[in-house]
Structure formats: structure tokens, C-alpha cells
Nanobody, 116 residues
Framework: VQLQASGGGLVQVGGSLSLSCVVSGTSRTIDVMGWYRQAPGKQRELVAAISDSGTINSADSVRGRFTISRENAKNTVYLQMNSLKPDDTAVYYC???????????WGQGTQVTVSS
């Protein structure tokens, strides 16, 4: 299973960025797709995750600013990030878990930098 993330970059405070991640190498149902982030010196944390039925779990810090969505037919998950803050600066990792599996799969990480 491979996860290929794209998007990210440098943006000013209050700006927007979008991330996308394509999962390949499996024909099994992808139960959960989501995004985590890790800032320097901090632990990796959940940003938002979405199940194949559309149930969303997101961090309090991003609720109302970030929107997660997915296209099951394309095995793709998206993260639209609006009203970005310096605290959103981190490496963002795409994640997925397949149905009937406890294995976690990760993308390579993409840098998001919010400058003030």
C-alpha cells in the first residue's frame, strides 16, 4: 500500500492551502483516511480523519477552519485548510487503515508553513 501526498507549501497567516493524498496498491476497502501533523519538537497529532461512510473526526484546533473529504472511487482524501495560523506549521502526513486490518499506512509527509 502506497500513499502519495501532494499540496502544502508556504502561505501567510489567514491564507489557504489544500492537500490531497492518493492511496494505491490495494483493492481492499479503505476504512479510514486522514491527516496527521507533526511540528518540530512535538508529537504527531490527528488533524482530521474520515471513514468510508463519511464520519469525520477532527481536532478541536482545526474545526471550522479545515475540511476533510474523500473520493472513494479514486482512493483519495483531501484536506482544505483555511484561515491558517502559525501554529498550523508542521509536516502533514496522510494516513489510512484498511478494513479488517490493524495496520497503519503513512504517506511521506508534506511541509506546511504559515508565516506571520
Amino acid at each position: 500500500v502506497q500513499l502519495q501526498a501532494s499540496g502544502g507549501g508556504l502561505v501567510q497567516v489567514g491564507g489557504s492551502l489544500s492537500l490531497s493524498c492518493v492511496v494505491s496498491g490495494t483493492s481492499r476497502t479503505i476504512d479510514v483516511m486522514g491527516w496527521y501533523r507533526q511540528a518540530p519538537g512535538k508529537q504527531r497529532e490527528l488533524v482530521a480523519a474520515i471513514s468510508d461512510s463519511g464520519t469525520i473526526n477532527s481536532a478541536d484546533s482545526v474545526r471550522g477552519r479545515f475540511t476533510i473529504s474523500r473520493e472513494n472511487a479514486k482512493n483519495t482524501v483531501y484536506l482544505q485548510m483555511n484561515s491558517l495560523k502559525p501554529d498550523d506549521t508542521a509536516v502533514y502526513y496522510c494516513h489510512c487503515r484498511l478494513r479488517y486490518s490493524r495496520a497503519d499506512y503513512w504517506g511521506q509527509g508534506t511541509q506546511v508553513t504559515v508565516s506571520s
